[in-house]
């Protein structure tokens, strides 16, 4: 059971260039979002979506789309790269909502543009 | 809006005990702990919904005063591999996404 798996593990991006994350969840879960993690911010809510084909903003949505046309999988798209997304990202999904479910994590995508 | 964490870092001996704080100013519905080893993805520890319950997990703890709002993560006579950085996560009654606190990186040494 691989649970939740993100591709890719590791980017580099200029300025400007575009990318795409993707995210599988084999749990059949409803829920999932994509957070950022910076260092001594925790980690922040970029989008999320409570079921295929729905999606919604969280805290940090500027420069971010994202796209669930199956409920396994969850993309968070850059549009034009900046130097401030340098960050991990890491994709989590639930059964239910955070309020009385887990969130289980992917390994996470290191991104750094320069 | 991120809930507050403290200490931000602690640093133990093996066997010593640690508690972590988490408190928010708004009314939470629940509260979550996750452990994140250096490199790796956080992982769930447990979650605590109002009511002001206390849960366990071997030697590591939880407990959640709603009133007061705020949790806090008891890490008992600490092993070696209790060391990483512990996550927060809060919900509130009207908004189920999870908002996560700055986190404590928790070190022990033999």
């Known amino acids: 059971n691989a649970g939740v798996t993100q591709t890719p593990k590791f980017r580099v991006l200029k300025t400007g260039q575009s990318m795409t994350l993707l995210c599988a969840q084999d749990m059949n879960h409803e829920y999932m979002y994509w957070y950022r993690q910076d260092p001594g911010m925790g980690l922040r809510l970029i989008h999320y979506?409570?079921?295929?084909?729905?999606?919604a903003k969280g805290e940090v949505p500027d420069g971010y789309n994202v796209s669930r046309l199956k409920k396994q999988n969850f993309l968070l798209g850059l549009e034009s790269a900046a130097p401030s997304q340098t960050s991990v990202y890491f994709c989590?999904?639930?059964?239910?909502?955070?309020?009385?479910?887990?969130?289980?994590f992917g390994n996470g995508t290191r991104l750094t543009v320069t | 809006q991120q809930p507050v964490q403290s200490p931000q870092a602690v640093i133990l001996r093996e066997g010593e005990d640690a508690v972590i704080n988490c408190s928010s100013s708004k009314a939470l519905y629940s509260v979550h702990w996750y452990r994140q080893k250096h490199g790796e993805a956080p992982v769930f520890l447990m979650i605590l919904l109002k009511g002001g319950e206390q849960k366990g997990h071997d030697k590591i703890s939880a407990s959640f005063n709603e009133k007061k709002q705020q949790s806090s993560l008891y890490l008992t006579a600490s092993q070696l591999s209790y060391s990483g950085t512990y996550f927060c996560?809060?919900?509130?009654?009207?908004?189920?996404?999870?908002?996560f606190g700055a986190g404590t990186t928790v070190t022990v040494r033999a």
């Open positions: 989590a999904s639930s059964y239910e909502t955070g309020q009385n479910s887990p969130l289980h």
């Open positions: 979506s409570v079921g295929e084909g729905t999606t």
């Open positions: 996560g809060t919900t509130l009654s009207n908004d189920y996404k999870l908002s």
